[in-house]
């Protein structure tokens, strides 16, 4: 079974500063790692995945995740956030032989002028 | 290639009515999810059907919840019998094989 930890429910930051939002994840064989984003009152968008090969991925809007198979983690990261990326955070892993996608209770990241 | 539809996107029923929920996969997919979230909190799987099969519906609720995804036609998740406890924003997802899930905007059920 997996299970997935968001420890921070909520991320307040100023605009332009650096954010990271953790996640970490416990499974017993091997998994692809997600981060999703949700704007208020909408559904889900992937923001960008690990499958395999480079463990740094990168989203079109600056976001960036590295997986860590060492520390189980797979830490979120924007090094200058924008106002419109207020919104609620949400890991989520997918055991290899499985079929379902466990998620983390979220993070919601408030980003003030 | 249009995302993954679901209608309605809200819906309001009183207790003891029935609530139907519809989700049209992508263009190219066979493989459907649905998963629930209720306030304040993570997406919950509940089922993962394939054309005319239930894979995996570990999630359900053991009542009054049922899925199908019939040869034509959207995937339907019906609730019978609504409570209030069953208030949830409820998503599907698809994809074209085990993988990667893309998700519908979400149907927004109220129960009065």
């Known amino acids: 079974a997996q299970s997935v930890t968001q420890l921070d429910s909520q991320v307040p930051v100023f605009e332009e500063a650096p954010v990271e939002l953790r996640c970490n994840y416990s499974s017993s064989v091997s998994v692809y790692l997600f981060w999703y984003v949700q704007y208020p009152n909408q559904g889900l968008q992937l923001l960008l995945k690990y499958l395999s090969g480079s463990t740094l991925v990168e989203s079109i809007n600056g976001f960036e995740a590295e997986f860590n198979k060492s520390q189980t983690s797979f830490h979120l990261r924007k090094p200058s956030v924008h106002i419109s990326d207020t919104a609620e955070y949400f890991c989520a892993v997918l055991g290899k032989n499985t079929d379902k996608l466990i998620f983390g209770t979220g993070t919601r990241l408030q980003v003030f002028p | ?112």
């Open chain 2, 1 to 112: 290639n249009a995302g993954v539809m679901q209608n309605p996107r809200h819906l309001v029923r009183r207790r003891g009515q029935e609530a139907r929920l519809r989700c049209s996969p992508m263009k190219g997919h066979s493989h459907v999810y649905w998963y629930r979230q209720l306030p304040e909190e993570g997406l919950k799987f509940m089922v993962y059907l394939q054309k005319e099969n239930i894979i995996d519906e570990s999630g359900m609720p053991k009542e009054r919840f049922s899925a199908e995804f019939p040869k034509e036609g959207p995937s339907i998740l019906r609730i019978q019998q609504v409570v209030r406890g069953d208030s949830a924003a409820y998503f599907c997802a698809s994809s074209p094989d085990p993988g990667e899930q893309y998700f519908g905007p979400g149907t927004r059920l109220t129960v009065t």
